[in-house]
């Protein structure tokens, strides 16, 4: 999604250009997300929206257009188009920034092509390496509501005031606010294993499940983290405990900080066509010298995936000693492919991970003999080395697709 998103990217509004003309001029944001508590907080929300910047996570949109208000900005990272079905009134988004992390599905981009869209890379070292600084870089999250509060903070809010932040099912087991597009009870979410947790206020518990959970942990680490940044006030009136914030009513939320109109902003441009057409041409040499890196490393995966195969077709006739020159010659591979940035994704390293386990399972047998070790080893190794080849398979079609 990344590499089919990148001339689009270079297209839209840059971050650091946003940021230059934004930047610390205002202290007050709401960011509001999808959650069942959303609904009871709307009428105020419309009636303070002129005196706080509003982030509005994508799902949200919808029941914010039924009451007339219009987000500063709406946040999305969705990795499949289901999202297209928020954007379907985006002629009402004309003075909105719409920002979209760098991996959202490509359907989604290329139907919110429009001016006032960002396109926001990560701050990881695999989309830093391209030096396509204009456009990055934030820690997007896992959710989107995640990257509704990374974008406030780049922004130099200091109070950040969040509704429907509930990440836990309400006493009727909705998972979203009544007018969410795909229903108040989400398909899916009844699937996944639930726990509870302390309730807001600290009024007993709540139902969530693991994947709310695990985003709840992770704003928690973020909050944490930037407490001497901005204040954060979980103004939910619902759903699970947030800790690192302060939880205080949306009413005096409103009361206290809401004082004064937020300034007005012109839609930041975007880079001349001259620039984006150089950026272009940079990214893709960069990307030509990837795909020839990734056409090598294929190479030798696929030289030491026959080679094993050979040796397990030998039924173990081979000596002790010439396995363990197999065995090295494994150890040289893991260490040159753990060297490479190139290799450095999250699809790859999720594959690395894979790897652990499979070799994990062999080291769990307490294999004294060391004959049999290594047989099982180089086993297991090329079970997960095919696997790897596969995925290095799919790198290069994808870059190869956009370097034509």
């Not at 297209?11 to 009871?40: D, T, W």
């Not at 130099?156 to 795909?182: C, P, R, V, W, Y």
């Not at 901005?230 to 409103?254: D, H, P, Q, V």
Request: aromatic residues 12%.
């Amino acid at each position: 999604h990344f590499l089919q998103n990148i001339p689009s990217m270079l297209e839209s509004i840059p971050l650091q250009r946003l940021l230059n003309e934004r930047k610390n001029k205002f202290e007050n944001a709401i960011v509001v997300s999808a959650g069942p508590s959303l609904s009871k907080q709307l009428s105020l929300l419309k009636q303070y929206q002129e005196k706080a910047v509003i982030f509005c996570a994508d799902g949200a949109l919808s029941m914010l257009e039924k009451e007339g208000i219009v987000p500063d900005y709406v946040t999305n990272l969705d990795f499949t188009d289901l999202a297209m079905k928020f954007f379907q009134n985006k002629e009402n988004l004309k003075q909105s920034v719409i920002a979209l992390e760098c991996a959202t599905h490509p359907n989604v981009v290329r139907s919110l092509k429009a001016e006032n869209c960002m396109i926001i890379l990560r701050n990881k070292a695999l989309y830093q390496r391209f030096n396509l600084n204009d456009f990055g870089y934030i820690d997007t999250g896992t959710h989107v509501s995640h990257f509704s509060y990374t974008l406030a903070l780049a922004l130099g809010f200091k109070n950040i005031i969040m509704i429907g932040q509930d990440l836990a099912f309400d006493e009727k087991e909705n998972s979203h606010s009544k007018g969410f597009d795909f229903g108040e009870k989400f398909s899916g979410e009844e699937n996944i294993d639930k726990l509870k947790v302390p309730a807001y206020a600290g009024k007993g518990e709540v139902l969530t499940h693991i994947a709310w959970n695990d985003y709840r942990i992770k704003l928690e680490y973020l909050f944490a983290c930037n407490s001497k940044e901005a204040k954060f006030y979980n103004a939910t009136e619902g759903g699970a405990r947030i800790n690192f914030t302060e939880e205080l009513s949306f009413k005096e939320c409103c009361e206290k900080f809401l004082t004064k109109e937020k300034p007005k902003f012109e839609l930041p441009k975007t880079l001349t066509k001259n620039r984006s057409d150089k950026l272009l041409k940079k990214f893709q040499e960069k990307l030509l010298e990837d795909f020839k890196i990734c056409t090598f490393f294929l190479e030798d995966a696929l030289n030491l995936s026959k080679a094993l195969e050979s040796v397990l077709i030998s039924e173990k006739k081979l000596p002790l000693e010439f396995l363990q020159k197999v065995y090295n010659n494994i150890d040289n591979f893991n260490l040159a492919i753990l060297k490479d940035e190139f290799l450095q994704d999250e699809v790859l390293r999720g594959n690395f991970s894979q790897r652990g386990k499979i070799i994990s399972d062999v080291l769990r047998q307490h294999i004294q003999d060391p004959l049999e070790f290594l047989w099982a080893y180089i086993k297991s190794y090329r079970e997960w080395l095919l696997i790897f080849i596969d995925k290095l398979n799919n790198k290069a079609d994808s870059i190869s697709r956009i370097i034509k």
